[in-house]
């Protein structure tokens, strides 16, 4: 398998809310582990939202000791959500921050995918066209 990673604010923002994780050695009890996340433009804290949603999911899936990567990821993903909000309604700075994100595990011959709002992930064969997989879960 072959990874990289690189992010860009693009032509319309001034400021990159981008931010991922890429490992492809064992994070906790998972084999490897892949995240993006997408401050969501125009709201407070997009940065700041990004990077720590990421870095919370992270921490989560090291310390958790399951072995089902559904229940890993789902719980690293409610308990950053629960942080996230908790912040967003304790700091006005923060108020309305929010960020989309999307993760992957890949075990055996199974990738294990979550995502929320609008990034998305894409299956990249040599022999197949590029596949969308996720759904966008976006008002726009």
Request: glycine content about 10%; proline content about 2%; aromatic content about 6%.
């Amino acid at each position: 398998m072959k990874t990289f990673s690189i992010t860009d604010a693009g032509i319309i923002r001034e400021m990159n809310q981008d931010y991922y994780f890429s490992s492809d050695t064992a994070v906790g009890n998972l084999p490897n582990l892949f995240i993006v996340a997408d401050g969501m433009g125009g709201h407070k804290a997009g940065d700041y939202a990004s990077r720590h949603t990421i870095e919370r999911v992270v921490a989560s899936v090291s310390r958790n000791g399951g072995d089902e990567p559904v229940s890993i990821i789902k719980e690293a993903i409610n308990k950053a959500n629960e942080i996230l909000v908790a912040e967003s309604r304790e700091d006005e700075t923060k108020s309305g921050m929010g960020t989309t994100l999307v993760i992957g595990t890949i075990i055996g011959n199974k990738l294990f995918v979550a995502n929320i709002g609008d990034s998305r992930l894409y299956i990249v064969g040599s022999t197949e066209p590029i596949r969308q997989i996720t759904r966008d879960h976006s008002l726009v």
